[in-house]
T-cell receptor, first 117, second 116 residues
């Protein structure tokens, strides 16, 4: 079965420190990987995606993610966290032509990021 | 563009009542998705449409749930009769059809449903 795991329910960092939000996936075939962010009382917003090419992907608000095929991971990172980065972060995977449901995104459960001043 | 518009933002109803959630996708987007978010189960895809046609409704929990997309600019998700366990935040998202697998989805602000 296709799945995405975010092993940490919550990540806490101090402002200015680097942050990492972890994501691992289990799919057959080549995955398309996404990160979305959800601020309180809002819908999800796209941050970045990996389709093919360079394993390091840069996205919005200074975030980046590294695709690691051998470890089946796609961790989200930022060199210096801001208080305003505090939100819920979702990793998602889509497998092309998976069961004909090509549009189906499989989301992780989300990781709450808290950045303290 | 105003983005994906959902209404109402909040809905409180009593068990057994019919609930209708509405969604207006971004103009020009051919794919529309309905999700449900709960603390216990996270974000679940309920159904999605391509060009107004339902493609995958395997996530619809039971016959009490139904979704329609009568035209490219409007979709509804109906629960009849509603139950307390349906309480959740329901999101609508839209996406361009071209190369759907690679395309991002744009989410509405959600409808918070409480069934008493």
């Amino acid at each position: 079965a296709q799945s995405v795991a975010q092993p940490e329910d919550q990540v806490k960092v101090a402002e200015g420190n680097p942050l990492t939000v972890k994501c691992t996936y289990s799919v057959s075939g080549n995955p398309y990987l996404f990160w979305y962010v959800q601020y309180p009382n809002r819908g999800l917003q796209f941050l970045l995606k990996y389709i093919t090419g360079d394993n390091l992907v840069k996205g919005s608000y200074g975030f980046e993610a590294e695709f690691n095929k051998s470890q089946t991971s796609f961790h989200l990172k930022k060199p210096s966290a801001l208080v305003s980065d505090s939100a819920l972060y979702f990793c998602a995977v889509r497998v092309p032509n998976y069961g004909g449901s090509q549009g189906n995104l499989i989301f992780g459960k989300g990781t709450k990021l808290s950045v303290k001043p | 563009d105003a983005g994906v518009i959902q209404s109402p933002r909040h809905e409180v109803t009593e068990m057994g009542q019919e609930v209708t959630l509405r969604c207006k996708p971004i103009s020009g987007h051919n794919s529309l998705f309905w999700y449900r978010q709960t603390m216990m189960r996270g974000l679940e895809l309920l159904i999605y449409f391509n060009n107004n046609v339902p493609i995958d409704d395997s996530g619809m929990p039971e016959d009490r749930f139904s979704a329609k997309m009568p035209n490219a600019s409007f979709s509804t998700l109906k629960i009849q009769p509603s139950e307390p366990r349906d309480s959740a935040v329901y999101f609508c998202a839209s996406s361009p059809w071209t190369d759907l697998a690679k395309n991002i989805q744009y989410f509405g602000a959600g409808t918070r449903l409480s069934v008493l």
